[in-house]
C-alpha cells in the first residue's frame, strides 16, 4: 500500500472514531430521558426489533420452502415424463425387434 493510500485510511478511521466519540457525547447530553428510561428504551426498541428480525425471518424461509417444494415438483414431474418416455421408447424398441426376430426367423 503506498503512503499516500495508508495516511488516507488512517485520516478515515481516525475521523470515523472521533465523529463517533462526538455523537455519543451529544446523545448522552441531550437526551431527553433519564439513564434508566433510555437503557428501557433501549431494551424494548431492542427486543421489538429482534421480534421483527425473526418474524421476517420466517416469513423468508416459509417462502423459500414454498418456491423450493414447488420447484422439486415441477422437477419430479419432469422426470417422472421422463421416465415415461424411456419406458415408452424402450417398449418401442422392443417391439421393433420382435418383430424383426420374427422376420429372421421366418
Known sequence: MSEN???TLIAFLLGTALGTAV???LAALYTPYSGEE???RIRSQSAALKNRVVAESDEFSNRI????DAWVAQLQAVA???VAQGKMTTEDARAQIDALLVK???
Open 65 to 68: 420452502r414454498s418456491a423450493t
Open 80 to 82: 417422472d415424463d421422463l
Open 38 to 40: 433510555t437503557r428501557e
Open 104 to 106: 429372421v426367423r421366418e
Open 5 to 7: 493510500k495508508y495516511n
Open 23 to 25: 455523537g455519543m457525547l
